[in-house]
């Protein structure tokens, strides 16, 4: 997956949503009326029917339950935005623009927060399907991944649409940049291997602790030969990780980091399978290589895959570097996830 490729898809489906708009009667008015927001949203227009100011936030999600710290900051954003303009627009519409799936009784939740109007994924479709932009929005949702994971069970976002959990999120602290100036500033090689850990691991619950349940960090193995970095239990809500404790047979995930000065090789790959247990349960790794991996590692990796049902997937400091800021910007380092594991499997050779 290219680099940036997070930032890319989210502007990429901002564009979309925004020439939607344009086209279903919402003239763009952002740049006079969000001139003085510092906190501006990511679309404001007029209706050209009912002349009320709409206020929009984009939430791409390849999940159909979606992130909760996501969908709180959208939601509480947008709210935001009344206090800003409700002296000037008698009429303001709250637009929440979603590629999850939402239940009935979640729009209603939703709509008790004071958020007027909410395009779910059905609803994009249908609104699209109006425009010259249909076509490209089926293809965009393709590319990233909407909709392919959603398999295994109905997924609401019910528990996360309350008024205390949206005030919770609103007020998270954004520390993905300060997550990446310590890591740059970690020394390579052995002298940074200690901090490299700990760093690692807070990022890790920083980036997906909604996802898992008990962690266990640097334990060993039985007979004390060998000692895991972390290793998380799944208790998963986002499809991403539902997907990958199902299609994996795995109620654990193994995070292992790696400092290296250079690229890690097959070797490293190899003394990582051993930590693997498709019997209990234990067959996904990620690891968290500092300066990436050789060939060598990349093929190993696929051979434990093909051989043994084991994946481990590699990925670098930028790999981090970006999902850290997709969580600060509210979006998903799943997709990250989901397009590398995409590339993985379907390049994978006998």
Known sequence: MAANSIARFAKKFETLCIAILKERGVDDETGVVS?????????????????????????????????????????????????????DYEN????????????????????????????????????????TLYGELRQFLSDVGVGDLGTLQPASVESVVSSGEVAQDAKKGRKGKDYIAALDAIPQGAPGWRQFE?????????????????????????????????????????????????????????????????????????????YLFTTALRSVCFLIARNGADESAHRAASGALREAGKLIMIFDLQDIREMLTAVDEDQEPEILLYGRLDELLTKMLR
């Open 92 to 131: 303001i519409e709250l637009l929440l623009v979603t590629t999850s799936t939402l239940s009935p009784n979640a729009k209603q939740l939703t709509h008790t927060l004071g958020i007027t109007v909410i395009w779910d994924l059905p609803r994009l479709i249908e609104e699209a399907s109006h425009t």
């Open 198 to 274: 700990l760093v690692c691991t807070e990022v890790i619950d920083y980036l997906f602790s909604e996802q898992f349940g008990s962690s266990h960090r640097q334990s060993p193995s039985e007979g004390g030969m060998h000692r895991r970095d972390l290793l998380v239990r799944l208790r998963p809500t986002h499809d991403f990780w539902i997907a990958l404790a199902h299609d994996f047979r795995s109620r654990y995930i193994l995070f292992e980091f790696k400092n290296y000065e250079g690229k890690i090789g097959q070797d490293e790959i190899y003394s990582t399978e051993k």
């Open 35 to 87: 001139y003085h927001d510092p906190n501006a949203p990511d679309y404001v227009g007029i209706n050209r029917e009912t002349k009320a100011l709409v206020i929009a936030e984009f939430n791409l999600s390849i999940s159909s339950f979606g992130r909760p710290s996501i969908w709180g900051s959208s939601i509480a954003r947008l709210k935001e935005q009344v206090d800003w303009y409700k002296d």
